[in-house]
């Protein structure tokens, strides 16, 4: 396999697996785990606190804990986040008790694919696919309480030369050393039959405007491109970015020799988030039959001393398409999906969940997604940004409970 870069870092030695981290690098981590400056956990004693609301029909929920929380909170999830063994309600929340309609929708109207926020300061940022906003290559908006958002942005106002417009997808941003990165999906020029591959872009705040980089960041040619990146810190603060080969693109386009089987794979970034460093590897393939052949939008996290991994199973759009979590033995894997059922699947709220990405607060972990699967070739409803709260019991990742819709911050 070759990436396109070429001013990529040489091979370094394997990244050793996590043991029981130091107190200074969990810390770190903590701070750090889905690679934005993230609070610890308030007062949980009472469960629950708060929940970003579904729009009109809720109350929407304050960020401010994000600034408020204190330091010895943050020193808590810090210790908690990556130290095995240490119980909280902030990791332990109640299970849902709707699990047909486990969701509650935080953006609607648009089609929203692929969500994903990153939070800083007091302020959330709310990044998603173009979808049907024609015209806006990622969309951004903003909000100080979640529900209230702000008008639509381009993070990335000026596609690099070798983009093809109309088709930018899966945003992730990340904070580096000097601002911001921005990773992105898009269709190449020029290429036939057509191929897509991760890009790369820089700023000095989260709205961007975004520059990006002439060449792609990631192009495996030979599995058929490289789509949805997402970037995330490991226990020693080291910044990674995963991503899935896109083997399963155009299946009517012949393919000799080639399974069609997808991976994510992973690989380490230099602290700017510029250039990768030592070499990619295979981190998780289809393990179980409802993923069918593909695996797709990844999401790593590191909780109390263990490496999860969030992704879509089978067709994009399909009903059987669903959100799965497989267990890592460390950032550069390997992973395996301990169950032989989606952990999200279709339910009343839509058929085909899927696309996720994680968020924290000083609530709790969440997760991001898309309620129903893409239609395409036909019309696709517009797609919501739907959120749940997330706990990491001896079992492993469930869903918790949603707090009542007049609850607030």
Known sequence: MKLSRLDRGRSLSPFPRIAIPSIAVALVAALSVFTLAAAGPANHASGEQALPSSGSSTRPVDLGGFARSSASSVVAAALAAS?????????????????????????????????????????????TSEGNQAGVNVP?????????????????????????????????????????????????????????????????????????????FICQADLRGSIDPRAFLDANGQLWLDWKSDDNADPNTPWPGHSRITKIWAERLSPGGHHLIGT???????????????????????????????????????????????????PDGPCEDPDPTP???????????????????????????????????????????????????????????????????
């Open 83 to 127: 130290l095995p063994g240490v119980p909280s309600r902030y990791f332990e929340p109640p299970p849902t008790t709707h699990p047909d309609a486990p969701g509650r929708f935080i953006l609607t109207g648009a089609d929203l694919p692929d969500p994903f926020m990153l939070v800083t300061g007091n302020t959330a940022y709310l990044y």
């Open 140 to 216: 951004v908006r903003s909000a100080t309480v979640i529900g209230h958002w702000g008008p639509v942005h381009d993070a990335l106002p000026d596609l690099p030369p070798w983009a093809t417009p109309g088709f930018t997808w899966a945003p992730d941003v990340v904070a580096v050393a000097g601002g911001y990165a921005l990773y992105f999906t898009a269709v190449v020029n020029g290429i036939s039959p057509s191929m897509e591959c991760i890009g790369d872009a820089f700023a000095t705040s989260p709205m961007g405007p975004f520059k990006a980089a002439d060449q792609p």
């Open 280 to 330: 990619a590897v295979e981190i998780f393939h289809p393990d179980e039959a409802w993923q069918g052949t593909i695996v797709e939008a990844p999401q790593m996290v590191l909780v109390q001393g263990h490496y999860w991994l969030f992704f879509s199973g089978n067709w994009f759009n399909q009903p059987s398409y669903a959100i799965g979590v497989a267990s890592c033995s460390g």
């Open 343 to 409: 952990w999200l699947s279709s339910n009343s709220q839509g058929q085909g969940p899927g696309e996720p990405s994680l968020v924290r607060d000083s609530t709790g972990i969440w997760l991001l997604y898309n309620p129903w699967a893409s239609r395409v070739p036909h019309p696709t409803p517009p797609r919501p940004v739907a959120m749940v709260r997330v706990g990491f019991g001896p079992q492993g990742p469930y869903i918790g409970r949603r707090p009542p819709e007049n609850l607030s911050a």
